[in-house]
């Protein structure tokens, strides 16, 4: 009567790996990272060797801005499936009070990244925030979707709301199954990590 609960036990454990620091778990099948994670993305670590501020202006603003190909509508056409309306959509998150040279663990969730109907890749697009005329700027991103089981390639670009004063500090792609380890520098003066690693 007692093997029951260790069989139990032993199944149960080959299949989930916990981690302490965060309230998910990880499959041991799981094919890519974000697969044993719920998709979910989330801007984790950033550190700046350079606050494009200046001494006097004070600390960064850095503005993340994510394109991603978020409830694409597709339509067929003359047998061919087309894209219907925008292709592309994007995200924006805030970091403020930015020091150069220090780690900044944010946590910050962008969205819950689903390989189907998201694609396969997003790409960060990050500014250093300043006070000016709005504008618009445009970031282009390629993406593969899957609609009913066919790849379908979008290469598209968004406008993303700005002022004329934000200075580009770069653009990193970031693939679905790339590693939670690995990190991303769309400059020389920016680092960070899309995951916890």
Do not use: Q
């Not at 396969?120 to 300043?130: A, H, L, S, T």
Request: with cysteine; aromatic share 10%; net charge negative.
């Amino acid at each position: 009567m007692s093997r029951v609960p260790i069989l139990i036990l032993i199944t149960f454990t080959s299949h989930l790996l916990f981690r302490t620091n965060r309230a998910y778990s990880r499959r041991a099948d799981c094919e890519c990272d974000r697969d044993c994670h719920d998709g979910i993305e989330e801007l984790y670590r950033i550190k700046v060797t350079e606050d494009f501020d200046g001494f006097l202006k004070g600390k960064g603003e850095f503005l993340f801005h994510v394109i991603l190909a978020d409830n694409v509508e597709v339509e067929i056409d003359e047998g061919n499936a087309v894209v219907a309306g925008d292709a592309l959509s994007y995200v924006t998150k805030r970091h403020d009070d930015t020091e150069e040279d220090i780690w900044y663990t944010l946590h910050l969730d962008i969205f819950r990244w689903d390989l189907d109907k998201d694609g396969d890749r997003i790409k960060y697009v990050v500014y250093e925030d300043d006070k000016g005329k709005k504008t618009t700027r445009e970031h282009g991103l390629e993406v593969d979707l899957k609609i009913f089981g066919i790849s379908l390639i979008i290469d598209n670009s968004v406008e993303i709301e700005m002022t004329r004063g934000d200075d580009l500090v770069g653009e990193s792609i970031v693939d679905y199954c790339n590693v939670f380890t690995e990190d991303y520098r769309p400059s020389n003066t920016l680092i960070f990590y899309s995951r916890e690693n």
